[in-house]
Every structure is written in structure tokens, then in C-alpha cells.
């Protein structure tokens, strides 16, 4: 028995420990606001003004607030409706009735942390998906008061992988270090994507892999993924995130 555990463990702490540690070292020295109240929540000014009359759906991240920032990020929803001259922002927090809509700036700092955009879909393709994506979120199961657990789920995260996984057609999957995105009610959960081109396993967000077209490869630990991404070649660092191996 200890001589299968050894290369376990070994495994473990090579995939997810060391990564973990290493990042939390790096954040441990990053200059953080003392709290929400001193945050920087205004405009980045990273989405183009609402101004023109197309349609746009975009995914963004950063990562959150105090020392948990180490391990994870904050995802959110960005929707621009066709000859509208403003964005709809949706997101999951912690108090009142979690799901807020324009609750925060469409393209704001997040607890001083610069956004990135995950995915964009322009025109017509997304004047397409409005709707579909507008369904998925009215259809949020944890929408209620209460509905938000920080850990394991379901919290932001979850609330924007369930967006994702009901519109396959958005094409991406959210960023290694967005905890409880891979949060499932229950002890266990085993999903195919509609389009049949994303496997999902995990034991309540805890302990699981996913593998197909968006999500490549992909081992969980704790809210921590480990994986390898294909298709757009990266690596899915625990903690860190993602890391590009080839430039755009």
C-alpha cells in the first residue's frame, strides 16, 4: 500500500500543493487595498463604449478580494442587446438575492484587480445567443436568498459555468483558478454537454475531471484544476490560472 500511495501523493503535491503555494507566496507581496470600502470598483476601460448598434457577449474575470485572491478569481456576464447604448452586467455575491444585474460596472476593477476578458462574441452571432443566454440565467437553480456558498458552490463562479454549460455555443470554459465553477448539487454529478462535446464528473465540486473540446483536460482537487488545454494550448495552473503556450 505504501508504495502505490507514495507516487499519489508525490502526484498530488506536484499538480496542486506546489503551484498553490508558490502563488499564494507571490500574492503575499502584492499591494492590496485593506478592504472593500478602499477597493478601486470603477471602469478599466478594457470593453469598447457601448455605442454602437451591435450585439456583444462577453466573459470576464479577475481575480477577487483579500488573501483569498491567491486561489481564485470572480467571473461575471457582460451582455450589449442590439440598438442599445448600454451594457447589462450580471454577477452572483454573497448577500441579498445573489444574482444582481448591473450591480457593478460593466468593465470595473474588482476589489482593485484588473479584469480580463474570457470570451467576446460580436454581432450577429451574438444577437443569436442573447436570448439563449438570457434563458440561461433567468433558469439559475441558486437564485434564491441564501443561494451562495463561497466554497465549494455554489458561489459566482458556478452561477457563470452554469451560464456556459447551458450555451455551449459561447465556446469556453472559465479560467483554472475560478473556484466552485465546477460545483454540482448533490454527492456526485456526471454531465455531457448539449452539444456532447464536454464530459463533467465531480463529487459535490470537490474531487473530479473534465475533458472535451473546451475544457481539454482536466483534474480538480479541492476547487483547484490541474489540466491541459488542446485546443487553445495552455496550461491550467492550480492557483495561478492559466498559462498560454503559444501567443495570440
Known amino acids: ?12 503535491v506536484m499538480l496542486f500543493a506546489l503551484p498553490t503555494v508558490v502563488t499564494a507566496l507571490w500574492w503575499s507581496l502584492v499591494d492590496r487595498p485593506a478592504s472593500w470600502r478602499s477597493a478601486d470598483w470603477s471602469s478599466s476601460g478594457l470593453l469598447p463604449a457601448p455605442e454602437s448598434s451591435d450585439a456583444a457577449i462577453y466573459v470576464l474575470a ?3 478580494g483579500g488573501f483569498k485572491g491567491a486561489f481564485s478569481a470572480h467571473s461575471w ?3 450589449k442587446r442590439p440598438g442599445r447604448r448600454h451594457y447589462d452586467r450580471y454577477d452572483k455575491v454573497g448577500w441579498g ?6 450591480g457593478f460596472v460593466a468593465d470595473g476593477y ?10 467576446a462574441i460580436t454581432g450577429e452571432a451574438a444577437a443569436s445567443l442573447l436570448p439563449v443566454v438570457e434563458a440561461a440565467i433567468a433558469a439559475y437553480p441558486f437564485a434564491g436568498r441564501g443561494d451562495y456558498r463561497i466554497w465549494p458552490g455554489p458561489n459566482s463562479n458556478s452561477f457563470v459555468a452554469h451560464v456556459l454549460r447551458q450555451v455551449p455555443r459561447l465556446d469556453v470554459a472559465l479560467p483554472a483558478n475560478a473556484v466552485g465553477r465546477d460545483y454540482a448539487p448533490g454527492l456526485a454529478s456526471v454531465s455531457l454537454s448539449p452539444d456532447r462535446r464536454d464530459l463533467h464528473v465531480t463529487l459535490g465540486g470537490l474531487f473530479g475531471l473534465a475533458i472535451g ?14 489540466g491541459v488545454d488542446i485546443a487553445r494550448p495552455a496550461l491550467k495552473i492550480p492557483a495561478y490560472g492559466r498559462l498560454e503556450l503559444l501567443r495570440r
Do not use: C, D, K
Not at 438575492?97 to 448591473?102: K, T
Not at 474588482?110 to 470570451?119: A, K
Open 77 to 79: 456576464i457582460v451582455l
Open 1 to 12: 500500500m505504501g508504495a502505490f500511495l507514495r507516487p499519489v501523493v508525490l502526484s498530488v
Open 213 to 226: 473540446r473546451r475544457h481539454g483536460f482536466e483534474l480538480h482537487l479541492l476547487g483547484l484544476v490541474a
Open 62 to 64: 479577475a481575480r477577487t
Open 97 to 102: 438575492l445573489p444574482v444582481r444585474r448591473n
Open 110 to 119: 474588482w476589489y482593485s484587480n484588473p479584469p480580463r476578458i474570457v470570451q
